[in-house]
């Protein structure tokens, strides 16, 4: 009996030593998540503070390290400079407020899209995109087929293939068809960005302009390599006879591009 009450004494023992072990891991670990939190929510007021800097580049850099964070409050935070006088800071914001979610994050870019410089309707352009929000394509179409310059619709289609929104494909096709807005595009930039976002959106609607475009030889070689990937992307046989034409291309890259489409149509 008395080697009972001694066995389990000892065992009460390291009952209670266990027990103030974890109680002092787990206040360790809420100590750090503390130090962890209090350590951004500094970081974040610094930044804050800096955007009231009449610097350019010091707002700019506290932008990106806000945008760096990937914290909904950091995002929120970074929204001041969407409306930043310099352009340079309101692109850079752009990129900086997407933790803010993809609804939101929509919202407050679309006015950026009417902005007067060039790099800022661009970098939203490209901001918009990466919401992967359907709720973007309508300001993504009006740029692509409405603004003045080059940049801003090659990013705007770039945006439309990370959206990957098949109501985009019409427009989209009418670029690469060359029959954009009011004037034929001729901008070979544009025409690669809209060749290959029509592959992302992988509707079979698509396949028409991409043909036709892949089997056009006036075009350059660079917008008919993007046409044969996206062919090879959306992956319907009914391509197969002009991917297999410009198999035989003089450009080993056209060829090669075609082939690799070939055997993802057709293994």
Request: charged share 25%.
């Amino acid at each position: 009996m008395h080697n009972l009450c001694r066995l389990l004494q000892s065992y009460l023992t390291v009952l209670l030593l266990l027990a103030g072990l974890c109680l002092h891991s787990s206040t360790n670990a809420y100590s750090a998540q503390s130090v962890s939190r209090g350590r951004i929510d500094a970081e974040i007021e610094t930044q804050r503070q800096r955007l009231t800097s009449a610097e350019v580049e010091d707002r700019r850099d506290a932008l990106m390290k806000l945008g760096a964070l990937r914290r909904a409050d950091a995002s929120r935070v970074a929204m001041a400079g969407l409306t930043d006088a310099a352009p340079m800071v309101r692109a850079v914001a752009a990129k900086a407020i997407l933790s803010l979610g993809p609804d939101e994050s929509v919202t407050a870019l679309i006015p950026l899209t009417a902005d007067k410089d060039e790099f800022v309707r661009r970098e939203s352009a490209y901001a918009l995109g990466l919401t992967r929000s359907r709720k973007a394509s309508e300001a993504l179409t009006s740029l692509l087929m409405n603004d003045k310059e080059d940049g801003v619709r090659a990013a705007a289609a770039v945006g439309l293939g990370e959206i990957g929104d098949e109501t985009a494909v019409v427009n989209l096709s009418n670029v690469l068809s060359q029959v954009s807005g009011k004037k034929r595009e001729k901008n070979v930039f544009v025409l690669r960005a809209a060749a290959k976002s029509l592959g992302q959106t992988k509707s079979k609607a698509a396949l028409p302009a991409l043909i036709a475009a892949l089997s056009n030889e006036k075009f350059e070689e660079d917008v008919r390599r993007e046409a044969a990937n996206a062919l090879g992307i959306i992956g319907d046989p009914s391509a197969l006879p002009a991917l297999r034409a410009a198999a035989t291309s003089v450009d080993p890259y056209l060829s090669q591009a075609a082939l690799a489409s070939i055997h993802r149509i057709n293994p």
